[in-house]
């Protein structure tokens, strides 16, 4: 009977430790909204610190309003080091972007906005 307790027992907790090690990875990283201001503030900046991002391929997403075809840009900083960026227009549609080889550490992102205008700026790994 004592044996027969055990094998119940180990059996019960190694499925535990089974199921653990197959639940899904969960995504990480963060969002920021940036509302219109009358003062005109021409960056939105999202600082996830203290979250670290570790290392590999991150997504960067950056929406911006206007209607107007200016040219802007969003920048990807990690530790305070430029590790990617890219040029968008404020007229385009949300658009999302890739970085791959990014090295490990606490990210920084911001974008350009048009004076008055929002920005939605969005980080995934």
Known sequence: MRLLRRLVTTAVAGTAVVA?????????GGTKYC???SGGEPWC?????????????????VDVSGTTPVLSRWN????????????????????????????????????GRAIGGWARLGLRW
């Open 76 to 111: 990807l900083y990690i530790d305070g080091g430029k590790v990617c960026s890219a040029e968008f227009v404020h007229s385009d549609p949300p658009r999302s972007w890739v970085c791959r080889n990014v090295r490990a550490g606490v990210p920084t992102l911001d974008a």
């Open 20 to 28: 653990t090690l197959a639940a899904p990875a969960q995504a990480a």
């Open 45 to 61: 900046t999202m600082d996830l610190y203290p979250t670290r991002f570790p290392g590999g391929t991150i997504s960067i997403d």
């Open 35 to 37: 509302p219109s201001t």
